[in-house]
């Protein structure tokens, strides 16, 4: 078992570390979370500039580039938030279609706007990662991006995503990372305890859908890199790769589904020598 948990417990935890329960009214963290992302839809990629020092588009575009998608297959962008994952996905991809699925209804609204152009290919469906609303083995492919830990359960996130991707495709996750270097490090750290909450008083206007405060505190329980490639392999993904951005502080992880193990129970046929 891995130390680094980020089972309902830590959620309760992250629930009071954040305020949700000062400001929402739920009886879930899955309630919780979409009540933040409603109220946060219309600020997040403004946000999202913020965090990143503009940078999030220069990512995902790499990261998806990165893909190894094929001409005509179908991806799943989980937790797809406004769009950003699908819409460089149908970019550079003008034969794939790709399902954006999401809990919160605002940030979908805010994602079919921005994908207007690609609505031909992009299908955006309201759903619980959890609990996707397909058969094993439907797509391709499937990415999620600052998804899992929003996740009641990431390992649980993980496996769906494994379920749903037939044998011989791939799972891909971006987030953030550890930085490494003691430098970048420490600048990392200054921008996330001292810099954001300052930044998150001038953006937001209403405490309660504060990302500058939700990320570093989610970071707290989210796993680094190489846990999650760890988690990656335990639950049967292979070849999972880890590509680092900004020194680690975002980092992506790329693995493929391996085709079930056969359970034959008959020999291994025999090689002859000289034949
Ligand atoms: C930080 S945003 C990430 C958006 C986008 N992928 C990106 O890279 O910018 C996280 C998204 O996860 C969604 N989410 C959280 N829990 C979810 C769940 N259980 N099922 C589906 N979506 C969920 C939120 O509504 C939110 O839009």
Redesign the pocket.
């Known amino acids: 078992m891995l130390a680094t948990s980020h089972d309902d417990n830590a959620k309760l935890k992250l629930i009071k570390d954040v305020g949700f329960d000062q400001h929402f009214k739920a009886s879930t963290w ?1 309630e919780y ?2 009540a933040f ?1 409603d109220g946060l839809a219309e600020k997040y990629d403004a946000t ?1 500039v913020m965090h990143s020092f503009g940078t999030k588009r220069g990512i995902d575009k790499a990261s998806v580039r990165r893909l190894p998608i094929r001409p005509g297959s179908k991806i799943l962008d989980l ?4 769009a ?2 699908a819409i460089e996905i149908a970019k550079l991809h003008p034969t794939v279609r790709i399902v954006g ?4 209804p605002a ?1 979908l609204k805010v994602a079919a706007r921005k994908a207007a152009a690609y609505l031909d290919r992009i299908e955006f469906v309201e ?4 609990r996707l609303p397909y058969p094993d083995g439907h797509f391709d492919g499937a990415i999620i ?3 899992l830990r ?2 009641t359960n990431l390992r649980a996130g993980l496996l769906e995503m494994k379920r749903v991707v037939k044998p011989g495709g791939w799972v891909s996750n971006i987030d953030q990372g550890h930085p490494k270097g003691a430098l970048f490090t420490f600048a990392y750290e200054i921008h996330f305890r001292r810099i954001a909450p300052i930044l998150g008083k001038l953006v937001f206007h209403r405490g309660e859908f504060n990302s500058f405060r939700y990320l570093p505190e989610s970071n707290r329980y989210f796993p680094d890199q190489e846990t999650l490639a760890g988690i990656m392999r335990e639950i049967g993904l292979a070849d999972v790769r880890v590509f680092d951005h900004w020194r680690g502080a975002v980092s992506q992880q790329i693995a493929t589904v391996a085709p079930p193990a056969t359970s034959s129970s008959a020999p291994e046929p025999r090689l002859q020598r000289g034949v």
Do not use: K, P, V
Request: proline share 0%; glycine share 12%.
């Open positions: 899955a979370n979409r992302f999202n937790c797809t938030g406004s950003d994952i699925l999401d809990a919160s940030m759903g619980d990662a959890l991006s600052f998804g929003n996740l």
